[in-house]
């Protein structure tokens, strides 16, 4: 061998040993680990891959400003529950509020207006026994936040004014029906609350409440019988 030749081959042997030595420092040892070093080697900042080489990694969809993300509440279903249940008591509570405020006036103008000893009985029955439930309602409404009514709805405002017009057994036959209606719808709202109600409260409340709502039906329902204006009434309750 000349010593050209000589020389050229230890440079080719030089040269073999530098590049062993650096893949033994700077790259990864497992087979897995060198598989991921070429393609984080490849992968260039800018989402670009070298010359020759195919882009393998998976992209991750990030949102958009116009897109929020979306957080995972596990009680988000307890809480609309109980947004839900608590509209509910609120809407009874307005209903019943507006009932006993009508009930109480009215039975006032059957104390001044009525004709018969029965029917003012029972318009003095109204004023008291309203008067007990609004002192039920009352702390309910404020754990609600929320306020009963104190002005008469529109349609209890017309009933108002079309007894005021009148007296005596005109008075009785239109004070008994709109009484018998009244407790029918109360009778059936009452009932229905006290089968939905959670808060132990309410459903004390409610409880007792449609006792007395009930005991009312079947007072004015013997009123009507007793003074025989039954023709006048919706259809009663046989309870």
Known sequence: ??????ASTLRMAIAGSVAVLCLGVVAPRTAAAQTDFMQMVAYSPGGQTM???????????????????????????????????????????RRAGEDALAEAQMG?????????DAVKRFGQRMIDDQQRLNGMFEPLARNLRMKLPTKLSKKNQAEFAKLQALSGS????????????DHLADDKEFTTEMEVATDPSIQTAVTTGQK????????????????????ALPIASSK
């Open 51 to 93: 010359p020759g080489e195919t882009q393998q990694q998976t992209q991750i969809p990030r949102p958009s400003a116009s897109q929020p993300v979306l957080h995972s509440d596990p009680n988000a279903g307890d809480s609309a529950e109980v947004t839900g249940q608590m509209m509910i008591d609120k809407m009874f509570l």
């Open 212 to 231: 007395i709502v009930h005991r009312h039906l079947l007072r004015i329902e013997k009123v009507a019988k007793d003074e025989n204006i039954s023709a």
């Open 108 to 116: 006032e103008l059957a104390l001044k207006n009525g004709g018969s």
């Open 170 to 181: 005109g008075f009785d036959q239109e004070y008994v029906r709109y009484s018998v209606e």
């Open 1 to 6: 061998m000349t010593t050209i030749e000589r």
